[in-house]
């Protein structure tokens, strides 16, 4: 840690769970926990229920965290809940375009919050998929990737979560362009069928990233959950019983799920950190 590094970090965790329950952010939670206690830094937290309460951060936290969550995010819009969601984009955006405010805010969007940045920010087409994706899946780093310090140490491709009814296609590079955004990841190929593969990572803007997969995910919760009698019924009557083995065969494979939730969201906040330390040489 550098001696230039900030005495404190205010982090803002965002729940779209709308009160379902989940892993993820009991994820969040110990990532942000366990940054702290790897940290000499001060870091203090606080979660915002969005969808249920509309509950929004303000402009005095450093690093945002917005989570996944169930359901369509498409039936949401013109929502009050989604109108404020995107305002809250949109104010953290101009605080960060202007000069003055040296020091940025960072903002990290998972799975349904990345979907929703994709709406607002308007860079492809977000639609329902065929079927559900749900599984431990490779992820491919595009090469714009390689400057990205929150892939540091991962192999391309590279093993998360994914679990989503819906997704991220088709481009509009123009727009992409006019942003300065840029693709950092794509899912697996699929030779065997006609679909267009869908976004799994993008950096927005300088201050904004988000990925389409589940990076928090850790195995030995997601082990324990599949285990349950109740999930494990589930996924084999929907998905069968080789895809429950299968699943549970990468939790177990240190170079897959543990490996990416050791790397992404530690890489992010590590980095933020050490931009916050050059700001304020």
Same mark, same amino acid.
């Given at each position: ?17 709308? %009160?379902?329950?989940?892993? /993820? ?11 702290? @206690? ?5 870091? !203090? ?10 509950? $929004? ?10 989570? %996944? %969550? ?19 984009? @949109?104010?953290?955006? +101009?605080?960060?375009?202007? =000069?003055?405010?040296?020091?940025? +805010?960072? *903002? ?17 087409? =977000?639609?329902?998929? +065929? ?21 540091? %140490? ?22 992409? !362009?006019?942003? /300065? ?17 869908? $976004?799994?990572? =993008? ?5 904004? *990233? ?24 589930? =996924?084999? +009557?929907?998905? /069968? ?22 790397? *992404? *969201? ?13 700001? !304020?040489?």
């Amino acid at each position: 840690m550098s001696d230039n590094s900030p005495k404190s970090i205010r982090i803002a965790i965002l729940d779209l769970y709308d %009160g379902s329950p989940n892993q /993820g952010m009991r994820c969040i939670r110990e990532l942000v926990n366990h940054f702290a @206690e790897n940290t000499r830094i001060d870091v !203090e937290w606080d979660e915002f229920e969005i969808r249920k309460e509309e509950n $929004l951060p303000d402009l005095s936290y450093d690093v945002y965290i917005s989570s %996944g %969550g169930p359901g369509s995010p498409l039936v949401s819009k013109d929502s009050s809940w989604e109108n404020k969601f995107f305002n809250w984009i @949109e104010s953290v955006d +101009k605080y960060n375009n202007k =000069v003055e405010n040296r020091i940025k +805010k960072k *903002i990290f969007f998972i799975c349904h919050s990345f979907q929703l940045a994709c709406r607002y920010f308007e860079i492809a087409q =977000v639609c329902q998929r +065929k079927s559900t994706a749900f599984g431990i899946f490779p992820i491919h780093l595009m090469q714009a990737a390689s400057e990205e310090l929150i892939f540091e %140490g991962l192999n391309n491709p590279f093993y998360s979560v994914d679990s989503r009814d819906y997704q991220v296609i088709e481009p509009n590079h123009n727009r992409l !362009e006019q942003l /300065g955004a840029t693709i950092l990841a794509i899912e697996k190929e699929r030779p065997h069928v006609p679909y267009e593969r869908a $976004l799994m990572a =993008v950096r927005f803007n300088e201050n904004m *990233i988000g990925t389409q997969f589940h990076p928090e995910a850790d195995a030995i919760g997601m082990s324990l959950h599949l285990k349950t009698a109740e999930k494990k019924e589930t =996924v084999i +009557k929907n998905y /069968g019983l080789d895809k429950w083995q299968s699943m549970i065969d990468h939790l177990n494979d240190p170079e897959k799920i543990m490996w990416t939730y050791s790397h *992404i *969201i530690p890489n992010f906040l590590q980095n933020v950190v050490d931009e916050f330390a050059l700001s !304020e040489v």
